[in-house]
């Protein structure tokens, strides 16, 4: 069974390291936020200019004026730091972020990213997404494996607007975990229950597997 948006979060929160700044984007990256490992101490940045971001608040702990880059009401932890977008986007620019986790469209096997702009559709803009693939030491995407329609979004090549060129590590799936390298995707892990076929089935860019695979295991 592929895994709920929780869960995917529960298992991107096993990539933190303790001491690792790290920015979540908006979607089921925020909710990584909820399931940082016992034991090690990260400190969660927002682009709009929060650094040490805590879970999300409980309906007594809501403050409107305390949001992420999402505009979703947030907590910050002890030793946390408000200041302005710009002197975010310099932490981010700077390479001070060592781990930024995403939502795509679209990942393709040389480690590209669409994350913006569907054709058709009005936006306003990149946003910080490009400056986030530009500037952080690694990133992981999160995401559904294929869209509603069924049809892979792990691509031999990207088909929308790209957000980044060459620079997705390691990409958490409702099915599987998976590492771009050298011009593939190689199987890490796999959920519980979902088969290495359905894996292969639901991924149009070259899959690499190596030996067995392992299902994921959530502390």
Same mark, same amino acid.
């Not at 790290?22 to 034991?39: C, E, K, R």
């Not at 792990?154 to 929308?160: I, Q, V």
């Not at 089935?201 to 899959?207: I, V, W």
């Given at each position: 069974?592929?895994?709920?948006?929780?869960?995917?979060?529960?298992?991107?929160?096993?990539?933190?390291?303790?001491?690792?700044?790290?920015?979540?984007?908006?979607?089921?990256? /925020?909710?990584?936020?909820?399931? %940082?490992?016992? #034991?090690?101490?990260?400190?969660?940045?927002?682009?709009?200019?929060?650094? #040490?971001?805590?879970?999300?608040?409980?309906?007594?702990?809501?403050?409107?004026?305390?949001?992420?880059?999402?505009?979703?009401?947030?907590?910050?932890?002890?030793? @946390?730091?408000? +200041?302005?977008?710009?002197?975010?986007?310099?932490?981010?620019?700077?390479?001070?972020?060592?781990? /930024? %986790?995403?939502?795509?469209?679209?990942?393709?096997?040389?480690?590209?990213?669409?994350?913006?702009?569907?054709?058709?559709?009005?936006?306003? #803009?990149?946003?910080?997404?490009?400056?986030?693939?530009?500037? @952080?030491?690694?990133?992981?995407?999160?995401?559904?494996?294929?869209?509603?329609?069924?049809?892979?979004?792990?691509?031999?090549?990207?088909?929308?607007?790209?957000?980044?060129?060459?620079?997705?590590?390691?990409?958490? /799936?409702?099915?599987?975990?998976?590492?771009?390298?050298?011009? @593939? +995707?190689?199987?890490?892990?796999? @959920?519980?229950?979902?088969?290495?076929?359905?894996?292969?089935?639901? /991924?149009?860019?070259?899959?690499?597997?190596?030996?067995?695979?392992?299902?994921?295991?959530?502390?």
């Amino acid at each position: 069974m592929a895994l709920s948006r929780e869960q995917v979060a529960m298992r991107v929160a096993q990539e933190l390291q303790d001491g690792y700044y790290v920015n979540l984007g908006i979607g089921i990256p /925020t909710l990584v936020a909820n399931y %940082v490992p016992a #034991g090690i101490e990260v400190m969660l940045q927002s682009e709009n200019g929060l650094l #040490g971001m805590g879970p999300y608040p409980t309906e007594d702990e809501i403050d409107a004026d305390m949001i992420n880059a999402g505009k979703e009401t947030v907590t910050a932890i002890k030793g @946390a730091a408000i +200041f302005s977008s710009a002197e975010s986007f310099a932490m981010i620019r700077g390479g001070h972020v060592d781990l /930024t %986790v995403l939502g795509a469209f679209e990942v393709d096997q040389n480690g590209n990213i669409a994350s913006w702009m569907i054709p058709g559709k009005l936006v306003k #803009g990149m946003g910080g997404a490009m400056d986030l693939v530009a500037g @952080a030491q690694n990133i992981v995407v999160t995401m559904t494996h294929a869209d509603k329609y069924g049809n892979s979004k792990l691509l031999t090549d990207c088909t929308l607007p790209l957000t980044g060129v060459g620079c997705v590590k390691k990409i958490v /799936t409702d099915l599987a975990v998976l590492e771009v390298r050298n011009g @593939a +995707f190689h199987l890490l892990e796999r @959920a519980p229950g979902i088969s290495v076929e359905e894996i292969q089935q639901k /991924t149009a860019g070259k899959l690499v597997i190596n030996g067995d695979v392992p299902e994921m295991v959530f502390n």
